[in-house]
């Protein structure tokens, strides 16, 4: 449906697209990658006809129809949330104007959009706000389901998690999985292409590469690909360096100087093979480490905090310890950043009482740190600024993996965007690290290079991190706890972001088959069930024997279920005595026991991520039965 034939596009000097091609066919999900700067957006422009091309063909086929979300906020007028919900607003590749705009009142597309805007974390109090009174981030979640209402054929996204909280992307990344058009999506969350794309198209040395599969694939056919292209380079350079030398030797002899001509010339016409970028690749170094801290970290006692009238927490209890790394998640307004903001004294409770541990020195990334750069230094001045003892050698290699490359070190900061503020801030909280960092989605604004980077500096990281992020890669890389937080309730998970989703389709099967059984229940004593009588004494003796086995079975399965659930709940008193004796000063007094606990501890998470797996495949069959 669209065909990119030798598109080439300069600004200025430089080169973003020479000869590129790419096709995409109906249906297909493609993930279009490249470090920041490469033209990934550019191309979107260029696909939709808002910036011309140099050279090359750009064609769509007849007919088909073209919606786009931009990483900026796009215009809007006086609608409602719903109405902009509703709003056609498509480019068509017909000989028809483009644009058409008008609004959709037919009751199916209203559903639609109500049941898409739901999914995205709207509550039905706000469809009938006005658009304006939104925040960016929220009105670009209403042009995404204006997006998904209309269902275009090629729906083209520019990095569409950015303005999503964990709960609403885990929605998009389910919602977009039996989307009926292609999809072309600029995303630097690998999670979501891993789980989206059956292919890649990336952008490099003003070429379009395409790899099938999706990101982790990628990546195994990007260093084949590697691998091949460098030994190809080494053995052409090799070629290039002896017909040299031969020129060089006998271009002085007579007799020889048209055969040293001749290699010269052979040096020219060769179609030179490019050296493989490493820039692509994980850039690996020590980062300084912060002074031990106690055990117990940070404490929040009775902890009561409203805005206005409206409550957020009412008497909660919060505590980390030493080593731990916590993810907050949850749904958008449940309280996360808020009690981020607690945990950092940002904000003090209404009621309660913060506690920081023994030789606790805490650090919070937010935007306020941005306020903290000199705005008169340059960026590699203002890296620079750091207790630590490290050579400004290693400063500009941190800086490079954060985007600050070449002579962008020498900036002042007060023309760095927001978004590079960011990344600077961060810099100088790797450099000089405290030994509790309190993060809110840290990976804003950094490309999968530099996520990765971060990835790296807060592995070797030994102090305690409690952070909020939407990025499920850099989730999984980090998070050895999970805390869900709603409606002011914090429900610990001691165990990993597998284990938490493990733990709640568990928690949501175990609460199905209760639900089911009680309907079933319900039924019968009003009568509901009805039966039918058998027309011969065979059908009877078979049916008899039929209702016996699947009686067994029953009670066999249900057996089975109520021993795991036994187990489960054992297992989880035990764990819950555990954690608070290993809370207690006693238990570090007694040499070898916190030892011993953290290791029973984590036998049993095991044991209850295996049991999880076990009833949740009984409890199925039972309900079932």
């Known amino acids: 449906m669209l065909t990119i034939s030798n598109l080439c596009k300069r600004y200025g000097g430089r080169v973003l697209f020479e000869d590129a091609t790419l096709q995409i066919n109906r249906g297909e999900r493609l993930g279009l990658v490249g470090p920041n700067g490469a033209g990934k957006t550019t191309l979107f422009q260029l696909l939709l006809g808002a910036l011309p091309s140099d050279g090359g063909q750009i064609v769509f086929e007849r007919g088909s129809r073209v919606g786009h979300l931009p990483q900026e906020s796009l215009p809007i007028q006086n609608e409602t949330v719903i109405e902009l919900a509703t709003t056609q607003r498509l480019n068509f590749h017909t000989d028809a104007p483009p644009e058409d705009e008008y609004h959709v009142e037919d009751y199916q597309s209203v559903v639609k959009a109500k049941r898409i805007l739901k999914g995205l974390s709207f509550r039905d109090k706000d469809f009938d706000r006005p658009a304006r009174e939104l925040s960016g981030g929220w009105i670009m979640r209403a042009h995404l389901a204006r997006l998904l209402v209309q269902e275009p054929d090629l729906l083209m996204l520019d990095e569409p998690t950015n303005h999503l909280d964990l709960d609403s992307l885990l929605w998009l990344q389910d919602y977009l999985l039996n989307y009926p058009g292609a999809l072309l999506t600029i995303s630097h969350d690998r999670e979501f292409l891993n789980r989206l794309v059956h292919g890649i198209a990336e952008i490099r040395n003003s070429r379009v590469l395409r790899y099938r599969g999706n990101y982790d694939n990628y990546l195994e056919q990007r260093d084949a690909f590697e691998e091949q292209q460098l030994a190809a380079y080494k053995s052409q350079q090799r070629e290039i360096d002896r017909l040299l030398r031969f020129a060089d030797r006998f271009r002085a002899k007579a007799s020889k100087a048209s055969q040293a001509q001749s290699k010269l010339k052979q040096v020219e016409r060769m179609e030179k093979i490019d050296a493989p970028e490493d820039a692509s690749r994980g850039i690996q170094f020590t980062f300084p480490q912060p002074e031990r801290s106690g055990q117990r970290v940070i404490r929040l006692s009775g902890i009561h905090h409203a805005y206005g009238n409206q409550p957020v927490y009412q008497g909660m209890e919060f505590e980390a310890e030493r080593g731990q790394r916590i993810v907050l998640v949850g749904p958008n307004g449940a309280g996360k950043s808020t009690l981020l903001k607690l945990l950092a004294g940002v904000i003090v409770p209404q009621q309660g009482s913060r506690e920081l541990g023994h030789n606790v020195k805490f650090g919070y990334f937010a935007q306020h740190r941005v306020e903290m750069l000199q705005a008169n230094r340059s960026v590699l001045e203002e890296a620079s600024d750091t207790p630590q003892r490290v050579t400004e050698e290693f400063i500009r ?25 960011s990344r600077l801030a961060l810099v100088k ?3 000089d690290p405290p030994n509790l960092l309190l993060m809110d989605e840290p990976t804003t604004h950094l490309d999968m290079a530099s996520i990765d980077a971060l990835v790296c500096a807060l592995d070797q990281f030994e102090g305690t991190i409690l952070f909020i992020s939407h990025d499920v890669y850099f989730i999984r890389a980090l998070a050895n706890q999970v805390v869900h937080v709603q409606d002011g309730v914090l429900r610990r998970y001691t165990g990993d972001y597998q284990y938490y989703l493990d733990k709640k389709a568990s928690d949501s099967a175990r609460a199905q088959v209760t639900q089911a059984a009680a309907s079933r229940q319900e039924g019968s004593r009003k009568g509901e ?3 039918v009588a058998p027309r011969t004494k065979e059908d009877k003796r078979r049916e008899a024997e039929e209702r016996q086995n699947r009686s067994q079975e029953r009670r066999d399965i249900q057996t089975e279920v109520t021993r795991l659930e036994k187990r489960i709940a054992d297992l989880e008193t ?8 290993l809370q207690k000063p006693e238990a570090h007094a007694q040499a070898g026991r916190g030892f011993q606990i953290s290791y029973e501890l984590g036998k049993i998470e095991i044991e209850l991520k295996d049991l999880g797996v076990e009833w949740e495949k009984a409890a199925t069959r039972l309900g079932k039965l």
């Open 574 to 581: 035990r764990q819950r005595a555990l954690a608070d004796e």
């Open 429 to 431: 909280l790797l450099l």
């Open 529 to 531: 069930a009805v039966k």
């Open 397 to 421: 290699t941190v800086l490079g993996a954060f985007l600050f490359r070449g002579d962008d070190v020498f900036k002042p900061v007060r023309v760095l965007s927001g978004g590079e503020k």
